[in-house]
C-alpha cells in the first residue's frame, strides 16, 4: 500500500508516529517483538547491521520479507536502511562489491570516484531492497585525535570533502537509494566517540560556517534526501548544552531556517550513550521531534523502541508535541517514500543477481582502490621490493577503533598478499618485542600499523625496527595514515586507508612495483606537526 495525495492525513495518530520511527531487531528474520511493532504502529523504517546479515540473498529474502509484512497489515513500506559506507564501515560484504571508504576515495582527489563507488553501491544495495544508506560521512576529520570519524572522513580539507560528499550523493540517488549525509552539524573535530559519551565542539560560529558547515551546504544544494544529526554539543549553536539531535537551535533554527533544507531528518541512535545516558531515548524522542527531527532512530532494544513509541504518543496527547508537528514529519517522509517508488515490489532474486557483486563492479571498485595508494615518503630506495629476497612482514592486532567499524575474520594479511604476489614472505604478529630477534636475516622489513596510536606496543615495535634496521624497513599503514607521526623517522611511508582485502591487495602491488602510488594524502600532516617533511599536495 502507497498512500498518495494527502490520503495518511486520515490515519490515525499511532500511525502517524510510527512513521517517525527507525528500528533495528536481532537476527536473519524479524522476531515476533518486531513484527508486533509493524502491526501496532506501522514504523517507519528499519535499519540492518551485521547481525542481520549473510550474504546478499539472504538480505534479498529479508528485505522481501519486511515489505510483505507491511503490506500485509495495510501499512505503507518501509524505508530499509543500512551504513554501507566502504571500507571499515560496511555492513553487506559477502557476495556484494564492497568499495573503498572515504578516505581512500579522499586520496584519489576525485569526484568521479566518489560518485561512480557511490552509484554502484547504491544499485546492488537497491537490488536487495534496501532504499536508504546512512552514507557518505561528510564530517570534516581535522581532529587527529578522532576516535569516531577518521578514515571515515574524505579529508581534513572542507572544500575536498563538500565536492567529493556532494559528489556520493549523485550517485546513490542516482540509483534509487536515499542518501544521508552525516553527522550534522559535524563530528569531525571531535576527541570523544558518541557512541560512548557527549563530544563538545568549542568553535565559534565564524569557524562553523568556515569548516564543518560547508559540506552540509553543498550537500543540501545537491539536493540528498536525507541528514543524520550528530550527538555532540556545539555552545555557538546551543548555549543550554543540549546534543545537536535535541536542539532546535540547530534543526530548526539552523537547519530548516538559515540552510533552507526541507528533506528527511533522521537522528542517529538514541542509544548511543551520548543520548541514552543523559536522556534515555524515551525522552530523547520527545525532545529530538520537538526540535525538529523528521525520523528517530533507535536500533537494538524493543522495550525502549515502545517506551520511545509510547512517550511520543503522550507528549502529542498532552499538547507537548503539536499534532502539526507530527504531520509535518509525516509529510517529508511519505513524499521521500514517493519519490524513491517504496510501492513497487522488490524484484525476484533470480532477476536482480546476475547485477550484484559482478566483475565488472569489482573492476570499479580496484581501480579506485589502487588509485588511492599514497607513497607519503619515498626518501631511501627501498622500494620496490625484490620478490626473491627475504622480507619480514610485521603484523599488528587488528582490533575496532570505533563500534562503528566492522571487524572481519577472514581478510588477511599484508604477508598474505604479498605471498599472492610472488614475494618470498615470512610474517610475524606484533604481539611483542620477541618479533624483532634476527632481523639482520632479512633483506627487506615491511612493518604494518592500523592504528598505531592506540597500542603503545606497535609503536615501540615500530620504532625500534626504524632504529635497528634503518633502509631496509618500509611502513604501511593500513588505516590511519598518521601513523606516520609516531615513528617520524622511517625513510618509506605507505598508506593505504583500510585493511580489507582489495586495499591490502593495492598496498602489495605497489610494494613490489606493479602500480605506481598515484594518491595523495588526504590529510595535512606538516602542518599540525613539523618533521621537516610536506605531505604531499591534495589537486
Not at 208 to 219: I, K, N, Q, T
Not at 440 to 450: G, L
Request: hydrophobic share 40%; aromatic share 6%.
Amino acid at each position: 500500500m502507497m498512500v498518495r495525495n494527502g490520503e495518511w492525513k486520515n490515519w490515525s495518530l499511532k500511525e502517524k508516529i510510527g512513521q517517525l520511527f527507525v528500528f533495528g531487531f536481532y537476527g536473519y528474520e524479524p522476531n515476533e517483538q518486531f513484527k508486533g511493532l509493524i502491526d501496532d504502529y506501522g514504523i517507519g523504517g528499519t535499519i540492518y547491521f551485521s547481525r542481520n546479515v549473510k550474504d546478499a540473498r539472504q538480505v534479498h529474502g529479508l528485505s522481501s520479507e519486511l515489505q510483505r509484512l507491511t503490506q500485509q497489515a495495510g501499512r505503507p513500506p518501509m524505508f530499509i536502511a543500512i551504513d554501507q559506507e566502504g571500507g571499515m564501515v560496511a555492513r553487506l560484504v559477502n557476495g556484494v562489491t564492497l568499495m573503498p571508504g572515504n578516505m581512500a576515495l579522499g586520496a584519489t582527489a576525485s569526484t568521479e570516484a566518489a560518485e561512480e563507488t557511490a552509484r554502484i553501491c547504491g544499485e546492488e544495495l537497491r537490488g536487495l531492497g534496501i532504499t536508504m544508506n546512512y552514507a557518505p560521512c561528510i564530517d570534516v576529520n581535522n581532529n587527529p585525535d578522532n576516535p569516531v570519524i577518521n578514515v571515515r572522513s574524505y579529508s581534513d580539507r572542507s572544500d575536498v570533502v563538500s565536492r567529493l560528499g556532494a559528489a556520493a550523493v549523485a550517485g546513490y540517488q542516482s540509483a534509487g537509494v536515499a542518501a544521508t549525509v552525516k553527522h550534522f552539524p559535524g563530528h569531525g573535530d571531535t576527541s570523544v566517540d558518541s557512541h560512548h559519551a557527549l563530544p563538545v565542539l568549542p568553535h565559534d560560529r565564524e569557524r562553523l560556517e568556515a569548516v564543518e558547515l560547508l559540506p552540509f551546504r553543498a550537500a543540501i544544494e545537491a539536493g540528498t534526501d536525507c541528514i543524520m544529526t550528530a550527538h555532540v554539543c556545539l555552545p555557538a549553536l546551543e548555549p543550554s548544552g543540549v546534543p545537536s539531535t535535541l536542539s532546535e537551535n540547530v534543526l530548526t533554527g539552523l537547519l530548516r531556517g538559515e540552510l533552507g533544507y526541507d528533506g528527511v531528518v533522521v537522528t542517529d541512535c538514541l542509544e548511543m550513550s551520548a543520548i541514552d545516558e543523559f536522556y534515555g531515548p524515551e525522552q530523547g524522542a520527545v525532545k529530538a521531534i520537538k526540535a525538529g527531527a523528521d525520523m528517530v532512530l533507535v536500533s537494538h532494544t524493543f522495550e525502549k523502541q515502545r517506551a520511545a513509541l509510547e512517550a511520543v504518543a503522550a507528549a502529542v496527547e498532552s499538547g507537548e508535541i503539536s499534532v502539526e508537528r507530527i504531520e509535518q514529519s509525516v509529510a517529508r517522509i511519505m513524499r521521500l517514500k514517493e519519490k524513491l517508488r517504496l510501492e513497487e515490489p522488490i524484484q525476484p532474486w533470480e532477476q536482480v543477481q546476475g547485477g550484484i557483486g559482478t566483475e565488472a563492479n569489482k573492476a570499479v571498485a580496484r581501480k579506485w582502490s589502487e588509485a588511492s595508494v599514497t607513497l607519503v615518503k619515498a626518501e631511501g630506495g627501498a622500494l620496490p621490493l625484490k620478490r626473491d629476497a627475504q622480507t619480514l612482514v610485521l603484523w599488528p592486532d587488528i582490533v575496532p577503533v570505533s563500534v562503528a567499524d566492522e571487524m572481519l575474520s577472514g581478510d588477511g594479511t599484508l604477508g598474505d598478499f604479498l605471498k599472492l604476489y610472488g614475494a618470498s614472505v615470512v610474517e610475524r604478529r606484533m604481539n611483542d618485542e620477541s618479533v624483532l630477534e634476527g632481523l639482520d636475516e632479512f633483506e627487506q622489513i615491511v612493518v604494518v600499523t592500523y592504528d598505531a596510536s592506540k597500542h603503545p606496543h606497535e609503536q615501540s615495535i615500530a620504532r625500534e625496527a626504524v632504529k635497528r634496521a634503518g633502509d631496509r624497513v618500509v611502513a604501511v599503514s593500513v588505516r590511519n595514515p598518521l601513523d606516520l607521526l609516531l615513528y617520524p623517522d622511517v625513510r618509506t611511508y605507505l598508506a593505504v586507508y583500510e585493511c580489507r582485502p582489495l586495499a591490502l591487495s593495492s598496498a602489495a602491488k605497489a610494494l613490489l612495483g606493479d602500480l605506481k602510488p598515484a594518491g595523495t594524502l588526504p590529510l595535512e600532516i606538516s602542518a599540525a606537526y613539523p618533521f621537516g617533511w610536506s605531505a604531499l599536495p591534495l589537486s
